[in-house]
């Protein structure tokens, strides 16, 4: 099993920062290194911070990414959430940053690791953790959490249309075991709607992932705090997978138009290519937003127009 995890959009997310040699960057989920190295490669005297909460990533990034000439010098890893960037930024006395990339896809090491508990395609515990250090688990969600508010979780965190039917057969077949007992119960609870295109326990582990990562309240604060720390002309990059996070990017890159600070670079979402979805089947729901910060003098030069 190769824990590599393939950068998505590798050469979009490059085009869309437009790395200058001396810049400085941070990867704000920067798993196993993927784009972190992609930026390294560029740089000269800059620098990149990478931000991750799975030390199991950290640590196969640090190793995979001192292939970069200058390693020490270019490459700052921070065991932290990407909730956090701001105050990663003042720690560090980072200069205002000239752009900033979060991926929001599990990564591979995650999927592919049967002890994490990610996956219905292994047998593995109900853990889901991408920090250890967490004390949730979705074994407490799913074995302990009532019936509504696993139902609501199911349909809030994934939209899942038969979240009252599933939480049901999950409460009559208490204690669940572990991720394929799950997928069992998962799909004996969901109604027949002829041929599907996902595995019907998908919906109801991404819910549980989601809860258990509080992934929607991260990655509302990172859009939050992450407009703070760019530079004017600073770029800031969302990866996305599911309908309800590239909501929560759209939304947000909306109102900080409106706002007048920042410009929203596409117009349209950007999607992997076919042949990349070819050559990596987890890239085909990814959605890339980007907005840049505007330059004082472009806002001012605004306001003497209007």
Known sequence: M??????????EVMEWLRI??????????????GHTLEIARRLTTGRVVGLDRDPQALAIARERLKEVEGFEEKVVLVHREFSKIGDVAKELALPPLDGVIADLGISSLELDSPERGFSFRFAGPLDMRMNPDNPLTAGEIVNEWPEKQLADTLYQNAEERDSRRIARAIVRARPIRGTQHLATIVAGGRKARGRQKLHPATK?????????NREEEELGQFLSRTPATLNSGGRMIVLSYHSIEDRLVKHAFQRLAREGSFRVLTKKVVQPSAEEVRDNPRARSAKMRVAERIAPEEIQAAGSWS
Do not use: K, Q, W
């Open 2 to 11: 190769s824990v590599l995890h393939t950068p998505v959009l590798a050469v």
């Open 20 to 33: 200058r040699p001396e810049g400085n960057y941070v990867d704000a989920t920067v798993g196993t290194g």
């Open 204 to 212: 109801t582990f991404l819910a549980l992932r989601t809860a258990v």
